[in-house]
């Protein structure tokens, strides 16, 4: 008898007695990820990337979730890690080491923290983001593949401060350095197997569109220069709607990437392979912040400006950062509240800081939301905190970094990481002589 596939459960960020129950066993704040939404990204990746030719990565600093890099490495997406840690941490959870080929990418724009020991144990390839990385890998007597990641002198991130290509930019080596940066490569034994660049997603699909077949093109121009080249990466960086959840435009992407892949074969005179390494994208929708509301207050109107209503809970910027970094857009549900009234209030948290906002815009101002009022004792969503939400968690105000949970398509639960107790943030102290 055929065994049917177990029937999607309703999101547990819909669903306030689930929630209640979570909370109950791992306390609050926590992170809580839903499996069919991370593997639904990874198989509109996967049908982008369909054609001969074609590899997808996963740029795992976005979140390195054991079970969200089991589900990639199930799927045949490779890894773009940026640390040596990284490298070893994909290691750990079964992607192939070595070059040959380069599943796991170590590109970095700085050697740090354990560099050697993953060329020497792990054997990854090393993509070079600056010119002095070359004279780096001779010192220590590297001699064998490495990519270079290139500025190529145009691109846009999701927000300004996040550009990943132009004069702004620090990552990658700039164009005009190229040729200089060659010579010094070959000096050295080393054989250019990769070139790559990332000019980011855009606010609008149409902007990576045109970026990517700009990078393409530049790209093609400089492939006859390395004999040596197996394939083209054109970053990551596809879009994901914070704020309308307009769907990821797969067909025009798809062909985009397609004729890239033979416009470049055909320029190198050898078939080449293409890569994208989107991080945000397969990850950002499945993951939630869930807080508990521990009051509400007011500010009143003066000279200073118009007085507000602040919902305070337990999750700060020390969990989810990037409202107070970037200004980022993040929505925000009280869901045993739906339907109930709603009132223009902030939302902010424990730490001491003014930007423990996440109710703010770019520009560091802070921006009411229309919200049901909840009360003290109601749990809070900030929803699409997948990316980048847990990976940047800090110790400030020496706070131990919040559970997480995972949640399996049949309704099923499991703790993923504890919550960090004031033991575990002393962990690393230490008083020794040197």
Not at 204 to 217: P, V
Not at 287 to 314: C, H, Q, W, Y
Not at 352 to 380: H, K, M, N, Y
Request: charged fraction near 25%; glycine fraction near 10%.
């Amino acid at each position: 008898m055929t065994q049917l596939p177990p029937t999607p459960q309703p999101r547990a960020c819909e669903q306030p007695e689930l929630l209640a129950e979570i909370a109950a066993k791992v306390g609050t704040p926590f992170y809580l990820y839903e499996a069919p939404v991370l593997r639904a990204a990874i198989s509109d990746v996967r049908e982008l990337t369909a054609h001969e030719g074609l590899q997808a990565r996963y740029a795992m600093k976005a979140n390195s979730a054991r079970p969200v890099l089991d589900a990639i490495r199930e799927a045949g997406i490779w890894i773009d890690a940026v640390s040596a840690n990284e490298c070893h941490r994909a290691a750990e959870a079964g992607f192939a080491r070595g070059h040959q080929p380069p599943v796991i990418l170590y590109t970095a724009d700085v050697f740090r923290d354990g560099w050697r020991e993953a060329l020497d144990e792990l054997g990854v390839l090393p993509n070079l983001g600056s010119p002095g990385m070359v004279a780096d890998l001779a010192s220590i007597g590297y001699r064998g593949p490495v990519g270079l990641r290139l500025n190529p002198g145009f691109g846009h991130g999701h927000v300004n401060a996040c550009d990943t290509g132009g004069p702004s930019s620090k990552h990658g080596i700039w164009m005009e350095d190229l040729s200089e940066t060659l010579k010094h490569a070959r000096r050295e034994s080393l054989s250019i197997t990769l070139l790559h660049a990332h000019v980011g997603s855009g606010p609008r699909q149409e902007e990576l569109w045109e970026n990517l077949d700009r990078l393409a093109a530049c790209m093609a121009s400089h492939v006859d220069l390395l004999p040596d080249l197996e394939a083209v990466s054109l970053g990551g960086g596809l879009p994901y709607d914070y704020r309308g959840h307009e769907p990821l435009q797969i067909a025009p992407l798809k062909d985009l990437l397609e004729r890239a892949q033979a416009a470049l074969s055909k320029a190198a005179g050898r078939p080449l392979r293409v890569e994208i390494e989107p991080g945000r994208y397969y990850v950002a929708g499945c993951g939630s912040l869930v807080a508990r509301v521990t009051d509400l207050k007011e500010t009143r109107t003066n000279e200073k400006g118009p007085g507000a209503r602040f919902i305070m809970t337990d999750a700060g910027f020390t969990d989810l950062i990037r409202p107070a970094m970037y200004g980022s857009y993040h929505r925000i549900e009280i869901p045993a509240r739906q339907g109930e009234p709603e009132e223009p209030m902030l939302v902010s948290g424990p730490l001491c800081e003014s930007g423990d906002v996440f109710t703010q815009e770019a520009g560091e101002i802070v921006a009411p939301r229309p919200l049901p009022v909840p009360r003290a004792g109601d749990l809070l969503v900030v929803r699409d905190a997948g990316a980048y939400g847990y990976t940047m968690a800090s110790h400030y105000n020496s706070l131990g970094r919040a559970p997480q949970v995972w949640r399996e398509a049949d309704g099923s639960c499991r703790l993923i990481s504890r919550r960090e107790s004031w033991e575990d943030v002393l962990r690393a102290e230490c008083d020794e002589p040197l």
